[in-house]
């Protein structure tokens, strides 16, 4: 069983890596900073207020209670708006196409 396979995705590969080296920057911090602005907000701004949360019979810091969850929120948004907004800009060519 022979599989022929097009070479054709390596111009694919190559235009998706020129894109990503210009726009690195922008594609990489964002998400990466997000979660760590939003530790020091809530971190700072309600552990403040809050103090510790008692979990079963331990005692957990509000930083440590909240981390998880604001990274988790943050990947789920991130992956919605990479999925959504390039179909959203196909979707609004092809209106403007009809139009």
């Known amino acids: 069983m022979k599989i022929d396979i097009s070479w054709r995705f390596v111009r694919v590969w190559q235009r998706n890596l020129a894109v990503y080296r ?3 920057k922008i594609n990489f911090l964002p998400p990466f900073l997000e979660p760590l602005f939003y530790l020091i907000a809530f971190g700072v701004g309600f552990s403040g207020l809050i103090g510790n949360i008692r979990y079963g019979t331990t005692q957990v810091s509000y930083v440590s209670f ?7 929120i943050n990947i789920m948004n991130n992956s919605f708006f990479e999925s959504t907004y390039g179909s959203f ?9 009809f139009v």
């Not at 981390?67 to 988790?72: M, N």
């Not at 800009?89 to 196409?97: A, E, I, L, P, S």
């Open 66 to 72: 909240i981390a998880p969850a604001l990274v988790a």
């Open 22 to 24: 210009t726009s690195w």
């Open 89 to 97: 800009v196909r979707m609004y060519g092809t209106v403007n196409f």
